[in-house]
């Protein structure tokens, strides 16, 4: 199984900060990898696909990049509603996702 | 609108069943693998199973295999997942998803509203 890591898991920052996260996969995987938002309580949300395709309806403030083993998605300024916890998931093979990363008011 | 709506989950003890259920709307099911997503308390998601549109192809996770049947009935718009042997561990929300593919990628959209389970004495 491929296995995903993220970095930091933990974040805190104010609106209008760039926030990058960090997603590895423990082999490539080529551009194969999602990025979702989740909120407390709710569903998570799709906002990237493979690799570096913005959802339709998803602010353009988000943006992925990387393939292989390594990515990263970036929030160019950071809005209130940005506060949430990002997962990467890797659909090279069974999904997997990775741990999550979670972003809050610093 | 495209929409998923879960149901069947609830308390049950270690060692019993629960089938949960997925109710499609908005868009054509039929023509749309479907998977299952779980998510414990507090805890961070981890893909289940999921099935083609026909039923033709299913595939689970290892820690589910051999427990937990995944299913579809094009004709209701319905998705279900037959869990048996129940553990505590599998304690979890459970959603629902399309899974939709351009070329070679893959990936969940949208996400029902999810169904908790709760397995314990």
């Known amino acids: 199984d491929i296995q995903m890591t993220q970095s930091p898991s933990s974040l805190s920052a104010s609106v209008g900060d760039r926030v990058t996260i960090t997603c590895r996969a423990s082999q490539s995987i080529s551009s194969y990898l999602n990025w979702y938002q989740q909120k407390p309580g709710k569903a998570p949300k799709l906002l990237i696909y493979?690799?570096?395709s913005l959802q339709s309806g998803v602010p353009s403030r988000f943006s992925g990049s990387g393939s292989g083993t390594d990515f990263t998605l970036t929030i160019s300024s950071l809005q209130p509603e940005d506060f949430a916890t990002y997962y990467c998931?890797?659909?090279?093979?069974?999904?997997?996702f990775g741990p999550g990363t979670k972003v809050d008011i610093k | 609108q495209v929409q998923l709506v879960e149901s069947g989950g609830g308390l049950v003890k270690p060692g019993g069943s629960l089938r949960l259920s997925c109710a499609a709307s908005?868009?054509?099911?039929?023509?749309?693998?479907m998977s299952w997503i779980r998510q414990a308390p507090g805890k961070g998601l981890e893909w289940v199973s999921y099935?083609?549109?026909?039923?033709?192809?299913?595939n689970y996770a290892d820690s589910v295999k051999g427990r937990f049947t995944i299913s579809r009935d094009n004709a209701k718009n319905s998705l279900y997942l037959q869990m048996n042997s129940l553990r505590a561990e599998d304690t979890a929300v459970y959603y629902c998803?399309?899974?939709?593919?351009?070329?070679?990628?893959?990936?969940?959209?949208?996400w029902g509203q999810g169904t908790l389970v709760t397995v314990s004495s």
């Open positions: 908005g868009f054509t099911f039929s023509d749309y693998y």
């Open positions: 099935i083609s549109s026909s039923s033709s192809y299913t």
């Open positions: 493979a690799a570096s």
């Open positions: 998803a399309s899974t939709q593919w351009l070329a070679a990628y893959n990936w969940f959209d949208p």
């Open positions: 998931q890797q659909s090279y093979s069974t999904p997997h």
